[in-house]
Structure formats: C-alpha cells, structure tokens
C-alpha cells in the first residue's frame, strides 16, 4: 500500500522532470497528467494527476487540515481513482510542540494510532490506518519564534 502511493510520486515527479519547457514566454502546465493519460478521469486506465505550485489546492482527508494560518508552500499533489497523495512545506506561528498536539488530535480523531513519535529539537509525528487507508507523516521544527516543516497526508480511496 505504501509502495503503490510512493510509486505514484516518483511517477509524477520524474514525468514533470521530462517536461521540456515553455518557449513561448508562457508558463509550463504544472497540472498536467502524468503520462499524458487520455483515458477519462476515473477510469481504471486514468493516469494520475500531478499537481505542483503554491496555487495547488491542499484540500486533505478528513479529518486532517493544514496548520492555522500557516505559509504554506512547495505544495506536491498526486491524484487518481485510487489514491491521494499531498505533500507540503508550511512556516506557522505555533511552536513545534503545538504542531504535533494539533496533528495528534487530528490523528486521533482519524482513528490513527501514531506509530512514529519522535521528540527532541525537531519533531515527527506519523501513523497508518490499514482498514481505512489513511496516513499521515508531519515534521516540526524550531524557526523564529514558531516552526516550519513538512505534511504528508494520504488516502487510498
């Protein structure tokens, strides 16, 4: 279950790294599907859909959201009718500590029992859900008088 969303990324990833880029003054097309994929959105032959940038929507599964009045940015979203993969750097007001209560509750509220916990000057937080397909990974770390990190939240749907 881990390898097939991982293996959606690495797709997505080594595809926007082919694309050539614009040359027409335009920007490139961030959003498109890996592969070219033809086939209709959620279809069993639809290829996943990649999308990077600060305007990619974080929208998360529920119960999971972003840090309050966090910067959020380096947004990575892979999608297609099986799964969902988001990933995201963000800088927020609250200090590490309470990064991780927020994800804790978050996780505990998904039914997730953490698996990872891991204390000291930076912090991480992950847990699976097998029956649901639910995980999430969430790294904080001291910066200014807040933190910054990174989210990682994923469903199999």
Same mark, same amino acid.
């Given at each position: 279950?881990?390898?097939?969303?991982?293996?959606?990324?690495?797709?997505?990833?080594?595809?926007?790294?082919?694309?050539?880029?614009?040359?027409?003054?335009?920007? !490139?097309?961030? &959003?498109? #599907?890996?592969?070219?994929?033809?086939?209709?959105?959620?279809?069993?032959?639809?290829?996943?859909?990649? =999308? +990077?940038? @600060?305007?990619? *929507?974080? +929208?998360?599964?529920?119960?999971? +959201?972003?840090?309050? @009045? !966090?910067?959020?940015?380096?947004?990575?979203?892979?999608? @297609?009718? $099986?799964?969902?993969?988001?990933?995201? &750097?963000?800088?927020?007001?609250?200090?590490?500590?309470?990064?991780?209560?927020?994800? #804790? =509750?978050?996780?505990?509220?998904?039914?997730?029992?953490?698996?990872? $916990?891991?204390?000291? #000057?930076? #912090?991480?937080?992950?847990?699976? $859900? *097998?029956? &649901?397909?639910?995980?999430?990974?969430?790294?904080?770390? *001291?910066?200014?008088?807040?933190?910054?990190?990174?989210?990682?939240?994923?469903?199999? =749907?």
């Amino acid at each position: 279950m881990i390898g097939q969303r991982l293996l959606l990324v690495l797709l997505g990833l080594a595809a926007s790294a082919c694309e050539p880029a614009p040359t027409s003054g335009e920007p !490139a097309d961030r &959003n498109a #599907r890996v592969g070219g994929g033809a086939a209709a959105a959620g279809s069993p032959q639809a290829a996943p859909r990649l =999308r +990077t940038g @600060d305007d990619t *929507p974080i +929208t998360m599964p529920a119960p999971f +959201t972003a840090p309050p @009045d !966090a910067k959020i940015t380096g947004v990575v979203r892979v999608e @297609d009718a $099986d799964a969902l993969v988001l990933h995201f &750097n963000y800088r927020a007001a609250q200090s590490p500590d309470e990064i991780i209560a927020l994800y #804790r =509750r978050q996780a505990d509220a998904a039914g997730i029992v953490p698996q990872i $916990d891991l204390s000291g #000057r930076h #912090r991480t937080l992950g847990g699976i $859900d *097998p029956v &649901n397909g639910l995980e999430f990974i969430v790294t904080a770390r *001291p910066e200014g008088g807040g933190s910054a990190g990174q989210i990682m939240v994923s469903r199999l =749907r």
